[in-house]
């Protein structure tokens, strides 16, 4: 064994006890480094081999896609060769397209920010493909008809269990934590969850990698929108066939006087900045009014919020239909912010911020408290009733 395996992987890896494990690959260094501590944990705590416990896996989901090529399949492939694991691809593009690419296509076209990473977790990933694994092992007869199936990625986050539950928990290496992108999991799934990366360091695992000589060592980090090849404008006019998203118009200022021209609204985001080719600067985008065709600007300001509108909550806490107060971040890698949550109903809350900061609608608003996601859901508006 290369590196030790860390004390609360190994206990994670206890909780599996009999049950069959697979591991998602990406085919990157994060899974391949995830599915060799896997594999090493399995073997040392059971005294034999982890292949008869464990497999890989991958899903394909888009046509030459940077996150599932011929390349990145391979690279996937060899790394189980090497453990001597199983491998399967699952494909789910269809899946995809509907829940992932279509809303991050209308999304923009709503004149908000997407965030389509969170939509393949919520659906794909952590939804579709692990049913989908567990179907096959119980066809293959690795898994009894009773039996959950635990599953492990690569992503830098941890999960802790507490005398309320099982919640998702920050990573160690503050600056790789993925927490952030993982909200939308379901509460009841969190119990089969295993994520070795979350204890270690980003050059750790590289390390790692280097060590023992893995295929995806030298290989690039993953991206956003692993489906968007070149610009994401030229993807959403290619894609929805629609020209005039590069129509120009109308840029205005908050009080409504016209001080320019826009290159087409899609080409802009709450809080942008650069490319607004105004005078009297500086200038930031502080709405977008895809009906009208128009972009409004204002001081910096005037592009941040302290209160807004939250939709399609997902709660990993029990008691979330009263006032409360937590962290939140509005985007990945901000930092966190001390607010207060107050309900709607079952589904939606108004966030209101301690300090203003610039909040995009489309993004997602995700609360902690010392560490664990408490839950989180997609920015709909801002709420400019102070009331």
């Not at 690279?75 to 399967?88: F, K, Q």
């Not at 992503?155 to 309320?164: K, S």
């Not at 008691?319 to 937590?326: L, M, S, T, V």
Request: aromatic letters at 10%; charged letters at 30%.
């Amino acid at each position: 064994m290369i590196i030790d395996i860390r004390e609360e992987l190994k206990g994670n890896i206890a909780r599996i006890e009999k049950n069959f494990l697979a591991v998602a690959l990406s085919g990157g260094v994060d899974s391949s480094v995830a599915a060799y501590l896997l594999y090493e944990g399995l073997s040392s705590h059971s005294g034999e081999g982890a292949e008869k416990r464990m497999a890989g896996a991958s899903h394909y989901i888009w046509p030459d896609s940077r996150c599932c090529n011929t390349e990145v399949l391979d690279r996937a492939r060899e790394v189980c060769r090497l453990l001597n694991l199983p491998y399967y691809i699952m494909d789910l593009t269809s899946l995809f397209k509907e829940k992932v690419v279509d809303d991050f296509t209308q999304t923009y076209i709503n004149g908000k920010t997407p965030n389509p990473c969170i939509r393949c977790n919520q659906w794909v990933r952590f939804k579709a493909f692990y049913n989908l694994l567990t179907e096959r092992m119980r066809e293959n007869g690795l898994l009894g008809d009773e039996e959950p199936l635990y599953f492990s990625t690569g992503h830098y986050v941890r999960v802790e269990n507490t005398a309320d539950g099982a919640f998702i928990k920050r990573a160690r290496d503050n600056n790789k934590d993925q927490s952030y992108m993982l909200y939308r999991i379901s509460k009841e799934m969190l119990e089969y969850l295993i994520f070795p990366l979350g204890e270690y360091r980003k050059d750790e695992v590289m390390e790692i990698a280097r060590k023992l000589d893995l295929p995806s060592a030298s290989g690039a980090e993953s991206q956003d929108a692993c489906f968007v090849e070149g610009e994401y404008v030229d993807f959403l006019k290619n894609y929805t066939g629609r020209r005039d998203l590069s129509t120009e118009g109308d840029i205005i200022d908050t009080e409504g006087n016209v001080i320019g021209k826009h290159k087409g609204y899609i080409h802009y985001t709450i809080g942008q900045r650069r490319g607004l080719d105004l005078g009297n600067g500086p200038w930031y985008v502080t709405d977008i009014d895809p009906e009208g065709n128009r972009v409004v600007v204002g001081r910096k300001k005037d592009a941040r919020s302290n209160r807004f509108i939250v939709e399609e909550t997902n709660w990993f806490i029990e008691e979330h239909g009263k006032e409360f107060n937590c962290n939140v971040r509005v985007r990945y890698n901000s930092p966190e912010i001390p607010c207060t949550v107050f309900p709607i109903d079952d589904s939606s809350v108004i966030v209101r911020l301690k300090e203003s900061t610039i909040v995009s609608p489309g993004q997602s608003a995700v609360f902690y408290h010392n560490g664990l996601v408490m839950g989180g859901g997609i920015i709909s508006r801002l709420d400019h009733d102070k009331s």
